[in-house]
């Protein structure tokens, strides 16, 4: 996403100048995301060199509104039309983490899971505490956007459950072992890290 | 008492164990557990990670084999069959993903009849199943047969059923069950409310959305708790991102 599209999307219903573009925004993602004006002030002169939007005149208190150009509306509608390619997210720092510490020496999976698994436990009890605060008909989208960070938190969590299962099937017993490769210069070192964890 | 005096639930190195000798099977393995008025604990873990032991040994359907259970600062290891009966007709409320309502008695009637039983007389009792029917939004729906409501509405019968009169534990095993995603929300809404005009509250769950609705959630594995989430702040530290 975006933050140029957001723009767009609220300038779609109307002229605004800056500051009612950042408080617009603000409320339509329920203050979890926040901006600044610099970035608001960056995005809209990018918008407006690109033909999408188009400066008004300057208001006698000084603001300048904007408003959105025929370009600008193809573009919002195709952001619209276009569904968001899970590519286009960053990496997912954590299931890199786990698959490394399976492979590390010495790193107690089980621990690593259950560490998370209440990291992300208590976030998403602070996300359903918000919502639960959130009861007017005017915080719909912003309950909608918690109601995502929700959903994500909850398949972290059953992700987590499903290593924790996979562990126990495949490693009885506690810490997971390093896997050598014959050809693995580490091998030795590897070999050295079981047999300590194997004396603990 | 260890700062515990107005626990409504504790369980103090409770064990449970199903047979003797090689075949033993240990349910719960010296858990200890502290539940305050306007608190909900969540209990999360794999199956057979011993959930619904903690919650029968909690409810005074089952006996620990060894530690105690204590509700409203009583033992229930000191109480006999009728005074255990009597207690959890009183006091504990049940949510099951089973119902268990009848299905020859009206809503209402379902509500009052743990009132009833306890010899509540039939007029006070059917007033606090109103009252009880209303709080779950159900005032209209006294007169209906369980058949006759939809699956929604028959959980929160039985819900109603477990908050009337004077409960103060209240205790879900996977309350919302086979429901849709936003009744059973509707569900935990109505148990929050409860647990935050003071009752206090266990949830089992393996639905990790559910168990955001609780102020705790603690890890059961292999009958031990092996850990629980820090305490939550409040929504307007939550907002400023200052609770971190």
Redesign the interface.
Known sequence: MSIRHGLLALLERGQMYGYQLRAAFEESTG?TWPLNIGQVYTTLSRLERDGLVRPLPESEAGQRPYEITDAGRADLALWFATPISRNDRPRDELAIKLALALTTPGVDVRSVV?AQ??A???A???????K??SNRPEDLPWRLVLDSM??Q??AE??WL?HC??SLVRHQPSGPAPPAPRPDDADVRDAARWAGEEARR | MSGSDDAVLELRAVHRTHGTGPAAVHALRGVSLVVRPGELVAVMGPSGSGKSTLLALAGGLDRPTGGEVRVEGQPLGALDRRGLAQLRRRRIGYIFQQLNLLGSLSALENVALPLELDGTSGRRARALAMAALTEVGLPAMGDRFPDQLSGGQQQRVAIARALVGERRLVLADEPTGALDSQTGEAVLHLLRRRIDAGAAGVLVTHEARHAGWADRVVFLRDGVLVDTTAPLGSVEQLLSGSDR
């Open positions: 203050s259950q698994r209440s992300t436990m208590r998403l009890q602070e996300l359903t505490r918000l639960y605060g929700v959903f938190a909850e969590v059953r459950d924790e299962t």
